[in-house]
């Protein structure tokens, strides 16, 4: 976790949104956004299909020489940000993250001005953070990754990509919970006022586990929402999205590539496999869910917002573990309830 640094990045036409606008100036600004949005996603699948190798009209040279190209203008980036005395955190296709102590904003702008004469790509400045945490990658917990990061603008505005509340495959009921709690952490100016909202933290897992083990999760809460990539049938591994899409299909439901499927876990580990996950058109009240898997998920959840503060998921796991012993009350980790009204 890292603060005072800033952000360049690629500007959009929406450059000091927010600032004093009248009506038909925001009117056209939400008419700019879906033009550059309109633009960006074309290029984004133009980028994608060069390197399909299906593709009729693609082809990977051309692929690989974009990426290249992108390449060289970072590393151009890069070195002009270590010659102004900044250190280089983070950069992925039009963005790069710096640090420097006594970080000024008129320092950033210059250092957009440079990067922009030298590559010809316009730079600007996104916004100056408090506080920045990019998510250790998953099969190396030393190396962080591109795509998952979370910070505060000091600005007071929060920014997060590949966290689970920003997942659409994530259960509405735990993208509620992490979200609560990088609002509790977003109160925080410095990284000693983060440590400080750990206890509140740890009091929303607890909330949220117990309202999972009480049985006080709505059925649509529960929801995971995935895309299959191939004919229901043809999948060779019984995975829950795989279940659930081919028990659709033998209701008579039909599904095909591309199509998400809406469905809870009654029982990951059951050897009966119709028993393991329920589709949701046909989700009944009484159906019940696996509490310890939705529990894995949220401490997954947990993990992403304090694994920098020294809590991995076995730390949170013993938690929520030590207040079902100070609860026996709660009903057993790993039963299967039937879900809240």
């Known amino acids: 976790m890292s603060s005072e640094f800033g952000v360049t990045h690629h500007p959009s036409p929406l450059a000091g949104e ?35 190798r299906n593709a009729r009209f ?10 290249a190209f992108g390449r060289e203008r970072l590393l151009q980036a890069k070195e002009i940000c270590e010659e102004e005395g900044f250190e280089l955190l983070h950069a992925i296709t039009d963005s790069l993250w710096i640090r420097k102590k006594h970080l000024r ?3 950033v702008l210059e250092i957009c001005r440079k990067i922009s004469e030298a590559t010809g790509i316009t730079m600007s400045l996104e916004g100056i953070y408090a506080w920045m945490a990019f998510l250790p990658s998953k099969g190396n917990p030393e190396s962080p990754v ?24 994530t259960p509405p009921l735990i993208q509620e919970a992490q979200l609560r709690m990088v609002e509790i952490l977003a109160e925080a100016k410095d990284l000693a006022g983060c440590r400080a909202k750990i206890p509140k933290i740890l009091d929303l897992l607890l909330e949220y586990s117990l309202k999972l083990k ?48 809406r469905y809870l876990i009654k029982d990951a580990l059951s050897k009966d496999k119709g028993g393991r996950a ?8 009484d159906d019940t869910y696996d509490v310890k898997k939705y529990l894995e998920i949220l401490v997954k959840a947990t993990e ?7 809590y991995n998921a076995k730390r949170l796991k013993m938690t929520i573990d030590r207040n079902e012993n100070l609860y026996p009350e709660a009903s057993p980790i790993g039963a299967c309830l039937p879900l809240g009204n």
């Open 304 to 310: 992403e917002v304090l694994i920098h503060l020294g």
């Open 105 to 107: 904003e008129e320092e």
């Open 278 to 285: 329920r589709p949701f058109p046909l989700v009944g009240p």
């Open 58 to 67: 693609g082809r990977i040279e051309a692929h690989e020489a974009v990426t």
């Open 214 to 261: 009480d049985g006080r999760a709505r059925q649509e809460d529960l929801a995971i929402g995935k895309r299959i990539s191939k004919e229901p049938n043809a999948y060779k591994v019984d995975s829950l999205t795989a279940l659930a899409a081919q028990e659709l299909e033998d209701f008579g439901i039909p599904i095909h590539p591309g199509e998400r499927v």
């Open 18 to 52: 927010g600032k004093g606008e009248g009506e038909s100036q925001k009117n056209r600004r939400e008419i700019y956004n879906r033009k550059q949005m309109a633009l960006k996603w074309m290029l984004v699948t133009c980028f994608g299909y060069l390197g399909y």
């Open 146 to 169: 591109a795509n998952r990061y979370f910070g505060l603008f000091k600005s007071g505005k929060i920014k997060a990509r590949g966290l689970a509340f920003r997942r659409s495959d």
